[in-house]
């Protein structure tokens, strides 16, 4: 991305606020303006005071010029303090409210996303976090750099050229010579720097990603005694990024040199000349200090021309990452336009998929899903259960074959309004930060508290939670496993969907809370499509129909007692969770119980 493309995309996000920046470049226009008239004050200064001096005049005759100086400086200093604020004021302003409108589309658009989009290796959490937050950052200091920086520098850079052209053609034009030299100076530090500076910004990505990974896992790490492990992986990252800041530092340093020294030839050459047509009587003396003052202004634009490069550069590849992720048009999620009555009947037809990494999860898939009927998938773990249900759930398409519901194919179905009709429950739910009532209420944003209780209460966690002393104040992440999978339910239970999606709701829950919510999800399950994945024998004995999953493919399917007779892989499974259950013992223990 070239810097003029860069321009064309942030301006969407500039003209909004095109009044602020008309207030910044007026008061740029008078700032520039007022930035020359210490070279005139002084020039008028010294020629005056000097004039009088050779006519041996003292302080007497004086007197008008010192007030004259003092009157013009006075009145210039304060207009350069109301421009200046000014300036610095609309500036600011309109660097916040660019960032802020930076940040809320990127959120906005990133939501529209499709859940590919973020199981992408490039896209983790870290990663993602650090290009947004680099990319806002770093543009909105080019909107402060193209709008509020850039502007007045030049403008006083090209007035005080001109007026030194005015005075002088030849004092002109050497000034003019330097510009050129730094410019290309400063191209080629950017070229230097240009590679270093995109490892500098992946080093920094891994390292967030890096460093969310050891809190997350920290648990772990720690069980393990891996702290020094972890400690080494991140120093290896620390290295990669000290040795390429340590060459970004390096190149900048040899370039600044060359530039400084550059510009302090072009002040002594313009000193010597202007010193020579003074003394060849072609100038007055004043102006000495007048040529080095406007090259000053000159020079002072073009010496932070390096920073401005660096901060364009740094924004040019970070803003690479962001504008990527907010122009990602492909991955938002499509979504067709139908919005069919739902009586909850999925078929699925040759269906085959693969994930973006290229598995293929699912493996040529016929079935149907009776509506107002509990069916079970059951498989080894990897199978593709869960897959099916993300399938169903529409967060995939199928690379072929066809996901039907009472007929119609997803895709034409409207995404929002199929998932209004299905609720998901899975093995670990999501709780977000907040209180227990605004988690539940999640499932039905205007629920009343009453209707939250009453969820509540279905999910059986309304005693647990009126025990805390804040009651459903108290902030769920707080909760154990078991608890916030109930908090889930509930906000299941409020949503009240016709199809329920149920995949292990109860692997992380003890036993009691398990039958519990086995009570709970026996009431719901009633007059409604319910799939259900479990490892729980009697939740798969429960179910009308069964299907079973290997290896991405369907290997059996029926009604409980068929598939057991079958003498196959449902029979192998079910054999091993009963055995794992200690059966045997269990009806003994039973059995002795009633024969005492
Ligand atoms: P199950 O629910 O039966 O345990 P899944 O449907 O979760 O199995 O997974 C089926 C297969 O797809 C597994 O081999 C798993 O490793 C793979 N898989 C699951 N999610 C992804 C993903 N986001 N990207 C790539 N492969 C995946």
Redesign the pocket.
């Known amino acids: 991305m070239n810097i003029w493309q860069l321009f064309r995309k942030l301006r969407p996000f500039v003209t909004p606020y095109r009044m602020l920046i008309v207030a910044t470049l007026i008061m740029t226009l008078i700032g520039s303006f007022a930035a020359q008239v210490n070279a005139l004050t002084l020039q008028y200064a010294v020629d005056s005071i000097n004039r009088l001096v050779e006519a041996g005049q003292g302080l007497n005759a004086g007197w008008s010029i010192l007030i004259t100086i003092t009157v013009v400086l006075l009145v210039k200093e304060l207009i350069s303090a109301i421009v200046q604020f000014g300036q610095k004021f609309y500036g600011i302003k309109l660097r916040i409210l660019v960032s802020q409108d930076l940040a809320q589309s990127i959120i906005e658009k990133f939501l529209t996303y499709r859940l590919s989009f973020f199981?992408q290796n490039d896209n983790q959490a870290g990663k993602l976090q650090t290009r947004i937050d680099r990319g806002i950052g770093s543009l909105t200091t080019l909107v402060q750099i193209f709008f509020i920086d850039i502007l007045p520098l030049f403008t006083s850079a090209v007035i005080a050229l001109a007026l030194m052209f005015y005075a002088n053609f030849y004092i002109g034009l050497t000034a003019a010579c330097i510009v050129p030299i730094y410019f290309w100076l400063t191209y080629k530090q950017a070229q230097r720097l240009g590679g270093w500076r995109r490892g500098l910004r992946d080093a920094r990505e891994k390292k967030s990603q890096g460093i969310i990974g050891i809190i997350e896992s920290i648990a772990v790490i720690k069980s393990f005694n891996r702290e020094p492990i972890e400690a080494q992986k991140q120093l290896k990252l620390q290295k990669e990024m000290t040795e390429n800041q340590m060459h970004t530092r390096q190149t900048s340093y040899v370039f600044d040199s060359l530039k400084t020294f550059i510009e302090q030839i072009g002040i002594v050459l313009i000193i010597i000349l202007t010193a020579f047509f003074v003394l060849n009587r072609q100038m007055s003396i004043g102006m000495i200090m007048y040529h080095v003052l406007l090259f000053n202004n000159v020079s002072a634009p073009i010496r932070s021309l390096h920073r401005i490069y660096d901060e364009v550069n740094d924004a040019m590849i970070y803003s690479e990452g962001f504008f990527k992720i907010l122009e990602a048009d492909d991955e938002i999620e499509p979504s067709g336009a139908l919005q069919p009555a739902v009586r909850g009947e999925f078929s699925l037809s040759n269906v085959d998929f693969y994930?973006?990494?290229g598995?293929h999860?699912l493996k040529n898939i016929n079935l149907t899903i009776q509506p107002n009927k509990i069916t079970a998938l059951v498989?080894?773990?990897?199978?593709?259960?869960?897959?099916?249900i993300s399938l169903l759930d529409k967060f995939y398409t199928p690379q072929s074959g066809s996901v039907r519901l009472d007929g119609i194919d997803l895709n034409d179905i409207d995404t929002r309004y199929l998932r209004e009709h299905i609720g998901l429950v899975l093995q670990k739910n999501h709780i977000f930060q907040g209180s227990i009532f605004e988690n539940i209420r999640y499932g039905k944003i205007n629920a009343t508290e009453e209707e939250v209780m009453t969820a509540a209460r279905k999910a059986s966690i309304h005693e647990q939670i009126m025990q805390l002393p804040d009651g459903y104040a108290a902030d769920a992440l707080l909760l154990s496993g078991g608890q916030q999978q109930r908090i889930a339910l509930a906000r299941m239970f409020l949503k009240n969907p016709p199809i329920i999606f149920l995949?292990e709701p109860t692997a992380s829950l003890d036993a009691i809370a398990t039958e519990q919510i086995k009570h709970s999800l026996d009431q719901i399950k009633h007059g409604r499509t319910v799939i259900i994945?479990s490892h729980s024998l009697s939740q798969i004995i429960d179910a009308d129909y069964t299907y079973v999953?290997q290896n991405?493919e369907i290997a059996e399917h029926g009604e409980h007692e068929q598939l057991y007779r079958q003498h196959g892989a449902y029979k192998e499974i079910f054999d091993a969770m009963a055995k794992s259950l200690n059966i045997d013992k269990i009806s003994k223990t039973f059995d002795e119980q009633v024969t005492h």
Do not use: F
């Not at 498989?379 to 099916?388: E, H, M, R, V």
């Open positions: 199981h994930y973006p990494n598995h999860a498989g080894l773990s990897g199978a593709g259960k869960s897959t099916l995949d994945i999953m991405g």
